[in-house]
């Protein structure tokens, strides 16, 4: 099979280390990728905007399978784009449409969606300019701290908490007069949930579902669990407080209703959910879903799995996940996130990476942020390794 990763961060790397290892593979592509993804199969600079150059690029080079990594192609429905091309019919699409990726795409959607199907998840009220008194009510009625969420896509800046009762009606106002643009002309408000957060991810063919391991991420920049949140300063899997009890729960209350409600919506969902859950006194709440694996979670989830992981994701294209069970590697998996000195706040780009073999065979080096510039590694982002063990 040829098969074209779409994506640049650690995610796709992971994808494209774990994808290079089966025997199924003939070419593997990546779009627009970083130096890592360059080891494993062909980059190309391509704009995961341009649904068109996606569309020439797969003819071009005959691509069987398409993995999309991120989320703003899903939501912007490039599934739907590519399946309405009559010269694409045969190809094999990673990743849910424009509706299915609506439980990322809105969190107002999302927390609906919940309710309908008796998910558990944090009270809400869903907040426009129409109604923003109806939000300071809301406010005034809640217990500290307070959350604040931009409905749209935020690229995970969208969600605010704070203890001081008027800043909160301060950062309502400033997200509905446009602080996250379009994704922020509605909010939702959200009770606080206390507890400790768990990443769970589905892979489903629309019907039946196999459950990915468990991974817990940390989010917190400095030493310790100190400092700003960023996109993720590393993740580990399996996760100790996570256990079989826990997951009969989480099966039970969150995975099966979603399928379910999603069926009842009459959406066709084939790929990825990832649950963003927490852990309440014993009980699992959903934080988030997103449409798509997570990070730095996938490079914790995908070394564990020992199956043929392009396999697994055939059987997804042919509805018959039933028929296959997943091998996990029982050892724990940790990764450490390298970032530029300055993240998630301005940083310098184009430093030199020294990058020595790793001292032994169960240690595993994800790029995020790296490029080769005349046969020299450089720094591309913020988050710019990710550095994976087993122990």
């Not at 592509?29 to 391509?46: E, K, S, V």
């Not at 998910?119 to 426009?128: C, K, Q, S």
């Not at 203890?163 to 379009?182: C, H, P, R, T, Y």
């Amino acid at each position: 099979m040829n098969v074209l990763i779409l994506g640049s961060g650690a995610r796709e790397h992971a994808f494209a280390w774990k994808i290079a290892q089966s025997p199924m593979l003939t070419k593997l592509f990546i779009a627009p990728g970083n130096a890592g993804t360059a080891l494993h199969g062909t980059n190309f600079d391509i704009d995961l905007n341009d649904f068109d150059a996606i569309g020439q690029l797969i003819k071009d080079q005959k691509i069987d399978l398409l993995l999309i990594g991120p989320e703003n192609p899903l939501v912007q429905g490039l599934r739907d784009e590519l399946q309405a091309d009559t010269e694409l019919t045969d190809l094999i699409i990673i990743g849910p449409d424009r509706a299915g990726a609506q439980l990322e795409g809105s969190k107002a959607y999302a927390k609906h969606f919940m309710t309908e199907n008796r998910i558990p998840t944090a009270d809400f009220y869903e907040i426009t300019k129409q109604n923003i008194d109806q939000g300071f009510d809301a406010l005034d009625q809640m217990k500290a701290p307070y959350v604040l969420k931009a409905d749209g896509l935020a690229a995970g800046k969208g969600v605010i908490i704070t203890e001081d009762l008027n800043e909160a009606k301060s950062i309502l106002k400033n997200m509905l007069q446009g602080q996250f643009v379009d994704a922020s002309q509605c909010v939702v408000i959200e009770s606080f949930l206390e507890g400790i957060e768990f990443s769970v991810f589905a892979l489903t063919d629309g019907i039946n579902y196999l459950i990915l391991p468990v991974a817990k991420d940390y989010k917190r920049i400095g030493e310790g669990d100190t400092g700003p949140n960023t996109g993720g300063m590393g993740a580990v899997s399996p996760v100790p407080f996570v256990d079989q009890k826990m997951m009969d729960k989480v099966t039970k209350r969150i995975i099966q209703p979603t399928l379910q409600g999603l069926k009842k919506r009459n959406i066709f969902y084939q790929g990825f959910i990832f649950f963003g859950l927490i852990n309440c006194g014993g009980d699992p709440f959903v934080i988030e879903y997103n449409c798509r694996m997570g990070d730095p979670e996938t490079q914790v989830v995908l070394p564990r799995i020992k199956n043929d992981f392009l396999d697994l994701l055939v059987h997804s294209a042919q509805q018959n996940l039933h028929t296959v069970s997943i091998d996990i590697d029982p050892r724990f998996l940790s990764n450490v996130v390298l970032a530029s000195q300055g993240y998630p706040a301005a940083y310098t780009k184009n430093k030199i990476i020294s990058l020595p073999t790793p001292p032994h065979l169960d240690t595993i080096i994800i790029h995020a942020g790296t490029k080769m510039d005349e046969n020299q590694l450089r720094t591309q982002g913020g988050r710019v390794l990710s550095c994976c063990a087993f122990g």
